[in-house]
Structures are given as structure tokens and as C-alpha cells.
T-cell receptor
Framework: GQQVMQIPQYQHVQEGEDFTTYCNSSTTLSNIQWYKQRPGGHPVFLIQLVKSGEVKKQKRLTFQFGEAKKNSSLHITATQTTDVGTYFCAGHAGNMLTFGGGTRLMVKP | DGGITQSPKYLFRKEGQNVTLSCEQNLNHDAMYWYRQDPGQGLRLIYYSQIVNDFQKGDIAEGYSVSREKKESFPLTVTSAQKNPTAFYLC????????????FGPGTRLTVT
């Protein structure tokens, strides 16, 4: 079946440093979604990318969808303590959404 | 307020007992989902429903059962056949299963001893 892998599993950064998480699918995706889960909370939808090579920005967050539509990345510029949480990618192949394992971001003030 | 509610937030059960987790949404969404999350892990799909009176098994359906008698409600029963039921259970909904973002409830943390 479809597999979505995310790396790294954990990332510690100093506040102000940049952070990137990568997402790779074993199959071509129709779209990719990103979610954020704060500690003790539930996943919250951030964004969806649909087109090959698409890049979207939300303030300090930059999301990319690969040309082959099999990989994606989330880059956070100048992390803040409010960025702490686990970031999940999730890809649609067929009509089902498969989640990656998540990257847990920890930010030292 | 529109959204998804799950109750209770914490649930404790003895081994060998069935337990039902509640999930209700007032977003008028057709599709609903149940996920299991273990500490430090991602989300694994248990069951999903595209429409009332229909549901499909996800990746880890063994030991679980669901029903979808109303559009708003998608309860999950964790049966005694589930070998390792202690986990965080998340319910979600979306407009349909195709391409739409999922909205998650606050989750139920189940502990079975």
C-alpha cells in the first residue's frame, strides 16, 4: 500500500534558527496536506498543495510540492517557541489520505 | 460553534471490557474517520465512512467496530479483541474523502489496565 515517510523524526533547534521537515511518498500523490499538532492537542490543517512544483508561503512557513508529486517539504524561517509541535504531511493517492509519521519540533528559547 | 466533539477526554477501562468512544460533528460533512495515535507516532487509520450507513476498514481495523446511523455521529467501539487498546484516539471529518482537509476532534485518551 501507499507509504508516506517523514524525516527527521525529531528536531531540536535554538529559537531563531531555521527548520525543515521532508516528506516522501512511495506513490505519486494527487495532493499533499500539512498539519500541525501542538503538544497534548489534535492535528490542525495548515495548507494543501496540488500542483507539481507548487510553492506556498504562510508568514514564516514555506511549503513545497515536488515536481514529480512524490515529495514535499515544510521550511520554517527563524523559529519561535510558538512553533513547537509535531508537523505531519499527508498525501492523497486515490481517494484516501495517508499520514506521514510526523516531525516533532522542539525550540529552545 | 461548528466543530467536532469527542467524549470523554480521558477514559479508563479494565481489560476484557468493550468501550465506545463518541464522535459528533455539526459541520455537515459526509466523511468521518477514526485514527489511533501512539506516543511519538503518526496517525493510523482505523475506520472511515464516506456516507451514512456505509463504512470501510482502514489499516488497523482488527479489534474495533463502528457504526454510521446518522450523518453527525460516528462512534467507535474498542472491543476486548483489541490486543493493545491503550492509545490516543482521534476522530476527524471532511466534506468528502477526496482532496478535502480533515477537521479533527480533541481526542480521547483511552487507558486499559
Amino acid at each position: 500500500g501507499q507509504q508516506v515517510m517523514q524525516i527527521p523524526q525529531y528536531q531540536h533547534v535554538q529559537e531563531g534558527e531555521d527548520f525543515t521537515t521532508y516528506c516522501n511518498s512511495s506513490t505519486t500523490l494527487s495532493n499533499i496536506q500539512w498539519y500541525k499538532q501542538r503538544p497534548g492537542g489534535h492535528p490542525v490543517f495548515l495548507i494543501q498543495l496540488v500542483k507539481s512544483g507548487e510553492v506556498k508561503k504562510q508568514k514564516r512557513l514555506t511549503f513545497q510540492f515536488g515536481e514529480a508529486k512524490k515529495n514535499s517539504s515544510l521550511h520554517i524561517t527563524a523559529t519561535q517557541t510558538t512553533d513547537v509541535g509535531t508537523y505531519f504531511c499527508a498525501g492523497h493517492a486515490g481517494n484516501m489520505l495517508t499520514f506521514g509519521g510526523g516531525t516533532r519540533l522542539m525550540v529552545k528559547p | 460553534d461548528g466543530g467536532i466533539t469527542q467524549s470523554p477526554k480521558y477514559l479508563f477501562r479494565k481489560e476484557g471490557q468493550n468501550v465506545t468512544l463518541s464522535c459528533e460533528q455539526n459541520l455537515n460533512h459526509d466523511a468521518m474517520y477514526w485514527y489511533r495515535q501512539d506516543p511519538g507516532q503518526g496517525l493510523r487509520l482505523i475506520y472511515y465512512s464516506q456516507i451514512v450507513n456505509d463504512f470501510q476498514k482502514g489499516d488497523i481495523a482488527e479489534g474495533y467496530s463502528v457504526s454510521r446511523e446518522k450523518k453527525e455521529s460516528f462512534p467507535l467501539t474498542v472491543t476486548s479483541a483489541q490486543k493493545n487498546p491503550t492509545a490516543f484516539y482521534l476522530c476527524a471529518s471532511s466534506t468528502s474523502v477526496d482532496f478535502y482537509e480533515q477537521y479533527f476532534g480533541p481526542g480521547t485518551r483511552l487507558t486499559v489496565t
